[in-house]
């Protein structure tokens, strides 16, 4: 992905601004679309509200200046809420807020993990992010729209935007039982959130400019 991005944003940039943020960070290899990046040395701020990977992710990066892990779900408001877990654990990439038990049947057993929220503007300056980030990437596997409607754009205006756009449903079909009806219904729900995600970016000045890795919707601050 590092060099995706270089591909699209100007050196001279990137050297004033070589700031990552990866809002479902999960694990540190597995799926990582920051570990480029800070083996590159940038400044990398890692979200990940599941405890265990979180704390995977805080050992492995203990001695790593450059490197912060934060525990807060990212999300539109704050407070507490409730991470859905496959039955496979954390392992399966199959973790979110997206509210499985309200709109499937059969898939296997869900797991309810309790956990904070804080709004992404506000976890930003608990973390000291600089307002012209080079590179926002974002995968909470459906959960994105809400993640990007607690930024604030006026304030902290990321030069590229990865925001995933493969429908949640892909992952359940990785679990027993599921449920066809709800799912095609989930695909109509998914694609409703990349079009708002898409109107949201547009009018605080993005530009729809490509893909990365066949699975991210990529943006631009137009210059």
């Known amino acids: ?19 990552m943020v990866e809002v479902g960070a999960h694990h540190w290899d597995r799926g990582s679309r920051s570990k480029e990046f800070i083996e590159a040395g940038w400044e990398v701020l890692l979200i990940e509200p599941h405890p265990r990977l979180y704390e995977e992710l805080s050992q492995k990066y203990a001695g790593n200046n450059k490197v912060t892990v934060c ?41 309810e993990i309790q956990i904070t929220k804080k709004t992404l503007t506000s976890i930003f300056e608990d973390y000291g992010v600089p307002s012209d980030l080079a590179v926002l990437c974002i995968d909470t596997e459906g959960m994105d729209w809400e993640v990007l409607r607690g930024l604030d754009f006026d304030r902290y205006k990321p030069i590229m935007i990865n925001s ?36 949201l970016l547009v009018q605080n000045s993005y530009l729809l400019v490509g893909e990365s890795d066949g699975i991210d919707n990529v943006y631009l601050l137009k210059k």
């Open 164 to 199: 995933e756009k493969v429908s949640f449903n892909s992952h359940l079909e990785e679990l027993k039982g599921m449920n066809r009806e709800f799912g095609q219904k989930n695909n109509l729900d998914t694609e409703a959130k990349n079009m708002r995600i898409q109107k």
């Open 71 to 111: 525990g807060y779900a990212a999300s539109d408001e704050a407070g507490l809420g409730i991470l859905y877990e496959g039955a496979r654990g954390p392992d399966d990439g199959c973790h979110t807020m997206f509210p499985l038990k309200d709109r499937y049947r059969g898939v296997g057993d869900i797991v």
């Open 1 to 19: 992905m590092l060099e995706y991005v270089t591909d699209y944003l100007d050196v001279a940039k990137l050297k004033s601004s070589s700031y």
